[in-house]
């Protein structure tokens, strides 16, 4: 297996709500899965392209910054090449069709409880990795 | 730690409402083209979301598997096939259930397989169990 399968998971983050992002950070850190967050929209797809994150869960209800628009804003070569995650607080029906038509993985609602989360995000972590093995 | 059920959606359509409704249900939901497919082995039920023509393609390459379900593209398809099947006028109503069926079938089938395994464990259980005294006594015996 190349080192790059056994480099430390990451996932980006990306959520305007301060409370949620330092909660998640803890939970994922202590879960041994390091958790990238940014300062500015612009450096969304640049992080993207240096760290490789895993997965990107993206809120894609933040009052101030548009998901929706942030992920359409993104290159197709960087969409299809990144496992992303919808995260809100929406019925989980708005979040799938969302997902679908978005080219989103999954979509986990902020409802659900943290083991359930992680469970889904590591799913989608060892198919990243899979895939680059 | 349990795992939600993984589903892989065999289709060519970049939105795709068998893998939306799947994931409101709560599965984890791969979507890929029929050529990628047999990468998922781990998956508890695969569905194929494909044309008429290629999904007769794809099901002549196929040995009998019961996790496959197919969305049929219209009633004639039906009479000829041994899979599961769901029309795909019918799958807002029914593809969750049967996906639900095929993977509850799965899992009992997999508790059996288990169960099974475990049997010679159960039976050399009736053995005394080991201990330093028993195994010093025996000793002493012979």
């Not at chain 1, 869960?57 to 995650?85: C, H, W, Y």
């Not at chain 2, 068998?18 to 890929?32: D, H, I, N, T």
């Not at chain 2, 593209?73 to 000829?80: D, S």
């Not at chain 2, 395994?117 to 039976?123: D, G, I, Q, S, V």
């Amino acid at each position: 297996m190349s080192s790059e399968g056994q480099r430390k998971p990451k996932i980006l983050l990306i959520d305007d709500d301060p409370l949620i992002v330092e909660a998640m950070t803890a939970y994922f850190e202590l879960a041994g899965i390091d958790v990238l967050t940014f300062s500015s929209v612009f450096e969304i797809p640049f992080l993207i392209g240096r760290e490789r994150p895993e997965v990107v869960l993206l809120d894609i209800s933040m009052p101030i910054l548009d998901g929706e628009k942030i992920m359409q804003s993104l290159a197709e070569r960087v969409r299809l090449s990144t496992n992303f995650i919808l995260f809100s607080g929406r019925s989980r029906r708005e979040l799938a069709v969302m997902a679908e038509q978005l080219g989103a993985v999954d979509c986990i609602s902020k409802a659900e409880d943290m083991a359930s989360i992680e469970r889904r995000v590591r799913y989608w972590i060892d198919a990243a990795q899979r895939q680059t093995a | 730690m349990k795992m939600e059920p993984q589903v892989v959606v065999i289709t060519r359509s970049p939105v795709s409402r068998a893998a939306s409704l799947l994931r409101e249900a709560g599965y984890l939901v791969s979507k890929v083209p029929p050529e990628l497919a047999g990468n998922h082995t781990d998956a508890e039920a695969l569905v194929v979301d494909l044309r008429l023509f290629e999904l007769i393609q794809w099901l002549d390459q196929q040995h009998d598997d019961d996790r496959i379900l197919i969305i049929a593209p219209n009633t004639t398809v039906i009479k000829g096939l041994t899979a599961r099947t769901v029309q795909a006028s019918a799958i807002e109503d029914d593809l969750t259930s049967a996906v639900d069926r095929i993977v509850a079938d799965q899992r009992i089938a997999a508790h059996r397989a288990v169960k099974v395994l475990r049997l010679p464990a159960t039976t050399r259980a009736e053995e005394p169990p080991y201990s330093p005294l028993t195994s010093f006594f025996g000793a002493m015996a012979r």
